[in-house]
């Protein structure tokens, strides 16, 4: 597959990790996605794409794209044999200013880009980049596009400062001490969250804790599993194997199993680290 990513322009950049074009054929038709601290938008240019959120969830169709906010448990993307879309990774915050909803709205719940944005905005979007070829100028125009859609969102500053600091610590500082240097109450800063991020700020902690643990696994080498849990303050195994299996899908001994098969069986691929193979 072709990847091409770079970091936007100002103002996005305050907003958006990176932006991203992606084409060809997928390593698997289904790929389960870890749940990461950040959301996610994907303009989708080929065949439609598919989405299962929950074991118990029947696949939905997404044609024109799909916007993800944060996730609290693992989700299944399904890819067309042959794929081609732009998207953007988003700084957990990013979300809220391209939203006419409040991201909790969304939180384990996917919707097209229509619902969000209406079909007029996504149909002149996607006919924009239908008809250019190369990645930058795709990924321009998608800036652009983003750009139409930027607003103003109350707390978002508030919110930035706690995210901030709660990802700087990997999830580990107390949401205690937060809530004091933000001056506000807990209810308060648990409300601007849901409406900005869709979660709440121990709710982001846990995800940044786990997925800091589970990025630094060397599938290829021996793994201490109770000394892992035990540096990512995980001091019951039980309730680790619990994350474990509600953040990737997997439990932890099964987690390694497939990560080592990506890498057998796609050696240096672009998507190799954090997606897994579901199929």
Same mark, same amino acid.
């Given at each position: 597959?072709?990847? #091409?990513?770079?970091?936007?322009?100002?103002? *996005?950049?305050?907003?958006?990790?990176? #932006?991203?074009?992606?084409?060809?054929?997928?390593?698997?038709?289904?790929?389960?996605?870890?749940?990461?601290?950040?959301?996610? *938008?994907?303009?989708?240019?080929?065949?439609?794409?598919?989405?299962?959120?929950?074991?118990?969830?029947?696949?939905?169709?997404?044609?024109?794209?799909? #916007?993800?906010?944060?996730?609290?448990?693992?989700?299944?993307? &399904?890819?067309?044999?042959?794929?081609?879309?732009?998207?953007?990774?988003?700084?957990?915050?990013?979300?809220?200013?391209?939203?006419?909803? $409040?991201?909790?709205?969304?939180?384990?719940?996917?919707?097209?880009?229509?619902?969000?944005?209406?079909?007029?905005?996504?149909?002149?979007?996607?006919?924009?980049?239908?008809?250019?070829?190369?990645?930058?100028?795709?990924?321009?125009?998608?800036?652009?596009?983003?750009?139409?859609?930027?607003?103003?969102?109350?707390?978002?500053?508030?919110?930035?400062?706690?995210?901030?600091? %709660?990802?700087?610590?990997?999830?580990?500082?107390? %949401?205690?001490?937060?809530?004091?240097?933000? &001056?506000?109450?807990?209810?308060?800063?648990?409300?601007?969250?849901?409406?900005?991020?869709? #979660?709440?700020?121990?709710?982001?902690?846990?995800?940044?804790?786990?997925?800091?643990?589970?990025?630094? %696994?060397?599938?290829?080498?021996? %793994?201490?599993?109770?000394?892992?849990? $035990?540096?990512?303050?995980?001091?019951?195994?039980?309730?680790?194997?619990?994350?474990?299996?509600?953040?990737?899908?997997?439990?932890?001994?099964?987690?390694?199993?497939?990560?080592?098969?990506?890498?057998?069986?796609?050696?240096?691929?672009?998507?190799?680290?954090?997606?897994?193979?579901?199929?």
């Amino acid at each position: 597959m072709e990847y #091409v990513s770079r970091a936007p322009r100002p103002p *996005l950049d305050g907003l958006v990790h990176d #932006v991203y074009y992606l084409a060809g054929t997928p390593p698997y038709r289904w790929l389960t996605l870890p749940a990461a601290p950040a959301p996610l *938008l994907i303009v989708n240019l080929g065949a439609p794409f598919h989405i299962r959120t929950g074991s118990d969830s029947a696949e939905a169709e997404y044609a024109d794209g799909c #916007v993800v906010s944060t996730p609290t448990r693992a989700w299944e993307f &399904g890819y067309p044999v042959s794929s081609r879309s732009v998207g953007v990774h988003l700084k957990p915050w990013g979300l809220a200013p391209f939203l006419p909803i $409040a991201a909790v709205e969304l939180c384990d719940r996917p919707a097209t880009i229509e619902q969000v944005w209406g079909r007029p905005a996504i149909a002149e979007l996607r006919g924009r980049l239908a008809a250019v070829t190369e990645p930058d100028l795709m990924l321009t125009l998608l800036e652009e596009g983003l750009l139409r859609q930027l607003r103003a969102v109350h707390g978002l500053d508030l919110v930035r400062r706690v995210s901030t600091a %709660i990802a700087e610590t990997g999830g580990t500082v107390p %949401i205690g001490d937060l809530i004091a240097a933000g &001056g506000v109450s807990s209810t308060h800063l648990a409300r601007c969250f849901k409406q900005v991020i869709g #979660v709440t700020p121990k709710r982001l902690a846990r995800a940044h804790r786990f997925s800091t643990m589970v990025l630094s %696994i060397d599938p290829a080498a021996p %793994i201490d599993w109770a000394g892992l849990a $035990a540096r990512a303050g995980y001091f019951d195994q039980a309730h680790f194997t619990h994350e474990f299996r509600e953040f990737t899908g997997f439990t932890p001994t099964r987690y390694v199993e497939v990560r080592r098969r990506f890498l057998r069986e796609h050696p240096g691929h672009v998507l190799e680290g954090w997606p897994l193979p579901a199929d």
